[in-house]
């Protein structure tokens, strides 16, 4: 079989590929990118963080992003019953971006990954990697290129970006069950008609069920009048709802007075699909010549909006280490990638934690809260979950527990 020699080899074109490809050209490296798939392709994951705008300054894509024309974000809308609560992005504790973009993600993904080649990564596109071998001085992988011939590619460094694909967390039984249970998403797009007057489309919004307060809607708008409309139970829950799947989010729609009513004059023009058992877990971050990025590694729950920022977060932290390397300076990839990335992680577990159990809803949803408790948490739900100056970070869990305590009383 012939065998190629690479630099650095990245998994996967998405958002941790494409950024980690990006800021590798910053420093110089040669990258090479295999993605499975035909580029531009549906993704799930839609609304960014503000945090998510330093990491495509840093990968020099800040410009193409602008110039894509996605739905401006300034924040986060609540509504469960009669209750309703907003979180605006630009008041918050922690320094840095207070807006972002709600993005058609096979639109959002295209445009980093040209900005990548446009920088000097090559990107084949419909080069699957079927096979890892991490055992000798080097990674080396066996790819499927789309005539269905094989080759491999030996590197001196590898990114796994494989996201959902998690190639390197299958092959080399890095696997670990998430401690979340079993959800599931059903999600469509759709033509939202709904009046300007009663709705914000510069923010997300959030709806929760009336009586099943772990059960939750999102609603994203587009900037071209359409918006990603999906919901989110314990697959149990969904099983209860028969038909297809947009018969099924229909249904659920309909038990959420608010929700329904907004999108009272929809056309629901695109079949809903599902997807189940997203929350993942790895035994560990890296390994000899290899890291995982974004969903490769871990992946916790969609309700925060994290996934993307996570995933530019581990691209950065990763770049960072392999620029170290090429100085000659030891890296140890624990202290200096799996930590920190993990740091973050870590405050975004507590809060989804807090969502499902109901005390973060409680606190959202009180009528009395401070000025300066909602713009620390308004921080953590603009991304900035690793600024440690925020006492939600640093003590999110007891910060969290007081706070809960003091909504319930
Ligand atoms: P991906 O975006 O999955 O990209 C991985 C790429 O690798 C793909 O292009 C794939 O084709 C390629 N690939 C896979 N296998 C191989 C292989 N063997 N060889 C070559 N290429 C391969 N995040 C947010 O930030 N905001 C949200 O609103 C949000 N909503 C979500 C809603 C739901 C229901 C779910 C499940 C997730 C949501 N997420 C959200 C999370 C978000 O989808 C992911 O965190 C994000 O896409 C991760 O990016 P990535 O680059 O790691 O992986």
């Given at each position: 079989?012939?065998?190629?020699?690479?630099?650095?080899?990245?998994?996967?074109?998405?958002?941790?590929?494409?950024?980690?490809?990006?800021?590798?050209?910053?420093?110089?490296?040669?990258?090479?990118?295999?993605?499975?798939?035909?580029?531009p392709?549906?993704?799930?994951?839609?609304?960014?963080?503000?945090?998510?705008?330093?990491?495509?300054?840093?990968?020099?894509?800040?410009?193409?992003?602008?110039e894509?024309?996605?739905?401006y974000?300034?924040?986060?809308?609540?509504?469960?019953?009669?209750?309703?609560?907003?979180f605006?992005?630009?008041?918050?504790?922690?320094?840095?971006?207070?807006?972002?973009?709600?993005?058609?993600?096979?639109?959002?993904?295209?445009?980093?990954?040209?900005?990548?080649?446009?920088?000097?990564?090559?990107?084949?596109?419909?080069?699957?990697?079927?096979?890892a071998?991490?055992?000798?001085?080097?990674?080396v992988?066996?790819?499927?290129a789309?005539?269905?011939?094989?080759?491999?590619?030996?590197?001196?460094?590898?990114?796994?970006?494989?996201?959902?694909?998690?190639?390197?967390?299958?092959?080399?039984?890095?696997?670990?069950?998430?401690?979340?249970?079993?959800r599931?998403?059903?999600f469509?797009?759709?033509?939202?008609?709904?009046?300007?007057?009663?709705?914000d489309?510069?923010?997300?919004?959030?709806?929760?069920?009336?009586?099943?307060?772990?059960?939750?809607?999102?609603?994203?708008?587009?900037?071209?009048?359409?918006?990603?409309?999906?919901?989110?139970?314990?697959?149990?829950?969904?099983a209860?709802?028969?038909?297809?799947?947009?018969?099924?989010?229909?249904?659920?729609?309909?038990?959420?007075?608010?929700?329904?009513?907004?999108?009272?004059?929809?056309?629901?023009?695109?079949?809903?699909?599902?997807?189940?058992g997203?929350?993942?877990?790895?035994?560990?971050?890296?390994?000899?010549?290899?890291?995982?990025?974004?969903?490769?590694?871990?992946?916790?729950?969609?309700?925060f909006?994290?996934?993307?920022?996570?995933?530019?977060?581990?691209?950065?932290?990763?770049?960072?280490?392999?620029?170290?390397?090429?100085?000659?300076?030891?890296?140890?990839w624990?202290a200096d990638f799996?930590?920190?990335?993990?740091?973050?992680?870590?405050?975004?577990?507590?809060?989804v934690?807090?969502?499902?159990?109901?005390?973060?809803?409680?606190?959202?949803?009180?009528?009395?809260?401070t000025?300066?408790?909602?713009?620390?948490?308004?921080a953590?739900?603009?991304?900035?979950?690793?600024?440690?100056?925020?006492?939600?970070?640093?003590?999110?869990?007891?910060?969290?527990?007081?706070?809960?305590?003091?909504?319930?009383?």
């Amino acid at each position: 079989m012939n065998v190629e020699q690479a630099d650095i080899l990245i998994i996967g074109a998405g958002p941790a590929g494409a950024v980690a490809a990006g800021l590798l050209r910053r420093q110089g490296c040669s990258v090479l990118v295999l993605e499975r798939e035909q580029f531009p392709r549906f993704s799930i994951g839609e609304s960014l963080l503000p945090q998510s705008m330093a990491y495509i300054e840093e990968a020099g894509m800040l410009q193409d992003v602008i110039e894509a024309g996605f739905q401006y974000k300034n924040g986060a809308a609540f509504a469960w019953r009669d209750r309703h609560t907003a979180f605006d992005f630009r008041e918050k504790f922690s320094c840095g971006w207070g807006t972002t973009y709600q993005v058609q993600r096979a639109r959002f993904d295209k445009v980093l990954a040209d900005a990548a080649s446009r920088m000097g990564a090559e990107i084949r596109y419909r080069h699957e990697v079927i096979a890892a071998d991490v055992s000798g001085d080097q990674p080396v992988v066996t790819v499927r290129a789309p005539d269905g011939s094989t080759y491999q590619v030996r590197a001196s460094f590898m990114l796994d970006a494989s996201g959902f694909g998690r190639i390197l967390p299958r092959l080399l039984q890095l696997e670990q069950p998430s401690n979340f249970p079993v959800r599931g998403a059903i999600f469509t797009h759709i033509e939202d008609r709904v009046p300007p007057a009663s709705f914000d489309r510069n923010k997300i919004l959030i709806s929760v069920h009336p009586e099943h307060t772990d059960v939750w809607y999102w609603t994203i708008p587009f900037s071209d009048g359409r918006c990603s409309l999906g919901v989110v139970a314990r697959q149990d829950f969904l099983a209860q709802y028969d038909g297809t799947e947009t018969e099924r989010l229909q249904a659920l729609v309909a038990e959420m007075p608010y929700l329904a009513g907004l999108l009272a004059h929809a056309r629901w023009d695109t079949p809903a699909r599902q997807i189940v058992g997203y929350s993942s877990n790895v035994k560990s971050l890296w390994g000899k010549g290899f890291a995982l990025l974004g969903n490769a590694g871990e992946f916790l729950d969609p309700v925060f909006s994290s996934g993307v920022t996570i995933a530019f977060k581990s691209a950065s932290l990763a770049t960072a280490c392999i620029e170290r390397q090429h100085r000659g300076e030891a890296v140890d990839w624990q202290a200096d990638f799996a930590v920190p990335l993990k740091r973050g992680v870590d405050t975004f577990r507590t809060f989804v934690e807090a969502w499902y159990e109901g005390g973060f809803q409680r606190i959202i949803f009180h009528p009395d809260q401070t000025d300066e408790i909602r713009r620390m948490i308004s921080a953590i739900l603009a991304g900035y979950a690793w600024d440690t100056t925020n006492p939600f970070v640093a003590e999110s869990r007891r910060r969290l527990a007081v706070l809960e305590e003091l909504c319930a009383g």
